[in-house]
T-cell receptor, first 111, second 112 residues
Framework: EAQVTQNPRYLITVTGKKLTVTCSQN?????MSWYRQDPGLGLRQIYY???????DKGDVPEGYKVSRKEKRNFPLILESPSPNQTSLYFC??????????FGPGTRLTVL | DAKTTQPPSMDCAEGRAANLPCNHS???????VYWYRQIHSQGPQYIIH???NNETNEMASLIITEDRKSSTLILPHATLRDTAVYYC?????????????FGAGTRLAVHP
C-alpha cells in the first residue's frame, strides 16, 4: 500500500532532550516536507526537500533540523526541544508537481 | 497567507449532498484548485483537484466557475464519516513547487 509513515505517533519528552521523528515513504517520491499544526495557526511548513541531499527551510524552521540521505526517508530532528515545539507534526511527500500525501501525524509534547 | 476564503462551518444531513464553497478570486492561470480534508487530528487526506474543468472521482465532484474565481466541492451523499475540516488550496503546478498553504478551512458537521 502506498503510504507515508511516521514514528513515533505520540511522544512526551522534556526540554533539551534531543529527539528524532522519522518519516518514510514507499512511493519513490522526490519531494518530502514537514509541517506542524497548532490551534489557530493551521498547518505551517517547517522544512522541505526536493531530492536526496537537497533540503531547504520552510516558513517555521527555527529549532529544527532535517536530513535527506535516502530518497525514502526524511527525519525531523529537534536537537534541544522546548515547550513551544509542542505540536502535531505531519510529514508529506509527492512527486514533483504531483499530489501531496500526508502521514498520520506525530503528537509531540515537550515538558 | 492562504489565497482562498471558505465559510468557517457548515452542516449537512446524512444522505444529502454537501456543497462546500471556496473563493479564490486572485487565482492565476497556472494554479490548480486542490481540496483536502482532515478528520479529527489525522493527516490531511487528498480529495480532488482541478484546473478549469469540472472533475469527479470516487470521493467527490469539483465544480470550478468559468472565471475560475470560485469553486464548489460536492460530496454527493454525505455520511457521518465525512465530518471533517475541508481545506481548499490553490497551488502552482510544476517547477517542483509542492508547498501547500492551508487556511482555516470549513468544518463540516454531518448529522443523522
Amino acid at each position: 500500500e502506498a503510504q507515508v509513515t511516521q514514528n513515533p505517533r505520540y511522544l512526551i519528552t522534556v526540554t533539551g532532550k534531543k529527539l528524532t521523528v522519522t518519516c518514510s515513504q514507499n512511493m519513490n517520491h522526490e519531494y518530502m516536507s514537514w509541517y506542524r499544526q497548532d490551534p489557530g495557526l493551521g498547518l505551517r511548513q517547517i522544512y522541505y526537500s526536493m531530492n536526496v541531499e537537497v533540503t531547504d527551510k520552510g516558513d517555521v524552521p527555527e529549532g529544527y533540523k532535517v536530513s535527506r540521505k535516502e530518497k525514502r526517508n526524511f527525519p525531523l530532528i529537534l536537537e534541544s526541544p522546548s515547550p513551544n515545539q509542542t505540536s502535531l507534526y505531519f510529514c508529506a511527500s509527492s512527486s514533483l508537481a504531483g499530489v501531496v500525501f500526508f502521514g498520520p501525524g506525530t503528537r509531540l509534547t515537550v515538558l | 497567507d492562504a489565497k482562498t476564503t471558505q465559510p468557517p462551518s457548515m452542516d449537512c444531513a446524512e444522505g444529502r449532498a454537501a456543497n462546500l464553497p471556496c473563493n479564490h478570486s486572485t487565482i492565476s492561470g497556472n494554479e490548480y484548485v486542490y481540496w483536502y480534508r482532515q478528520i479529527h487530528s489525522q493527516g490531511p487526506q487528498y480529495i480532488i483537484h482541478g484546473l478549469k474543468n469540472n472533475e469527479t472521482n470516487e470521493m467527490a465532484s469539483l465544480i470550478i466557475t468559468e472565471d475560475r474565481k470560485s469553486s464548489t466541492l460536492i460530496l454527493p451523499h454525505a455520511t457521518l464519516r465525512d465530518t471533517a475540516v475541508y481545506y481548499c488550496i490553490v497551488r502552482v503546478a510544476g517547477g517542483g513547487y509542492n508547498k501547500l498553504i492551508f487556511g482555516a478551512g470549513t468544518r463540516l458537521a454531518v448529522h443523522p
